[in-house]
């Protein structure tokens, strides 16, 4: 039994086939096929890369806004 989903070309239902060892999704209606890829996991070390920009990024937005402070307390005292 063949899965349906949505075809991403028409909007039609899309029947999803299995061959072998991956699936394709075959449209009757416009006769797109494509192969549906899984999703691949983050590595470790992609994790450690993605926390590290987010906390350098906040720590420089803490340094800008500390300097943008520092310039416009001056601009009024």
Not at 3 to 20: D, F, L, T
């Amino acid at each position: 039994m063949a899965r349906e989903e949505p075809c991403p070309n028409c909007g039609k239902m899309a029947e999803i086939v299995s061959e072998g060892d991956r699936e394709i999704l075959r449209c009757a209606a416009c006769g797109t096929e494509r192969v549906i890829v899984g999703m691949e996991e983050i590595l470790p070390i992609e994790k450690k890369l993605v926390i590290a920009s987010l906390i350098l990024a906040i720590i420089l937005l803490g340094i800008l806004y500390y300097i943008s402070y520092q310039m416009i307390a001056h601009l009024y005292t």
